[in-house]
């Protein structure tokens, strides 16, 4: 029998996740996000590279997949919201990228 342990923290480099103390650290400064924000991210930086479609951001969300146009909003709105927190510099897509037509991936560069 496996026992599969869910990580309490993710780190790469100048990206710091703690899911017990729901804290991220980017570059050294503490980034205050909302529970939201912070259960979306936690989800995506397990799987760097991995895209999530809107349907699956909204199941980690509310807990269903039917995106309806406010759904859709809202989820592009929390994405915008974490690119700003999570920005090293200027017109820095903070770790999250579009990838059109689908949806969103975690990615470290």
């Known amino acids: 029998m496996k026992i599969y342990m869910e990580p ?8 710091f996740l703690d899911m017990l103390q729901r804290k991220v650290v980017v570059e050294g400064k503490e980034v205050m996000l909302t529970a939201r924000e912070f259960d979306v991210l936690a989800v995506m930086a397990r799987h760097p590279g991995r ?6 951001i909204c199941g980690i969300l509310y807990g269903e997949t039917d995106v309806w146009k406010k759904t859709y ?6 994405i915008g919201s974490l690119r ?5 510099r200027s017109q820095d897509p903070g770790y999250l990228y579009t990838v059109h037509g689908v949806g969103y ?5």
């Open 84 to 88: 700003k927190k999570l920005a090293r």
């Open 73 to 78: 909003n809202n989820i592009y709105c929390l």
């Open 8 to 15: 309490q923290q993710i780190r790469y480099p100048g990206f």
């Open 105 to 109: 991936r975690f990615e470290i560069n």
């Open 51 to 56: 895209v999530y479609t809107y349907e699956q």
